[in-house]
């Protein structure tokens, strides 16, 4: 079983950067598939991007261009880098992994605002 903990978000003026980061523990995260999600207040909670246990990546259109995900299999760490932030993407960002069932982590809030 795996332990998530997410790190890296604040408040960002809006095309501001921030670089979140998911640190596993309990398990060797190259096996899980992982991904990033994040619930707006009011909102459902919606995938922002995802990457498989071979390294590769998927996007959600409202972040392609702006947002990568990575991983550090050596580091048991996923991390999110995202640019050209806008107040849309004011939300809490979760980090989940997959491997027969969805681990997740307590969530890092991201607040985009001038």
């Known amino acids: 079983q795996v332990q998530l903990v997410e790190s890296g978000g604040g408040l960002v003026q809006p095309g501001g950067s921030l670089r979140l980061s998911c640190a596993a523990s309990g398990s060797m995260l190259s096996i899980y598939a992982m991904g990033w999600y994040r619930q707006a207040p009011g909102k459902q909670r919606e995938l922002v991007a995802a990457i498989t246990s071979d390294g590769i990546t998927n996007y959600a259109d409202f972040v392609k261009g702006r947002f990568t995900i990575s991983r550090d299999n050596a580091q048991n760490t996923v991390y999110l880098q995202m640019n050209s932030l806008k107040p849309e993407d004011t939300a809490v960002y979760y980090c989940?992994?997959?491997?027969?069932?969805?681990?997740w982590g307590q969530g890092t809030l991201v607040t985009v605002s001038s």
């Open positions: 989940n992994a997959n491997r027969l069932r969805n681990y």
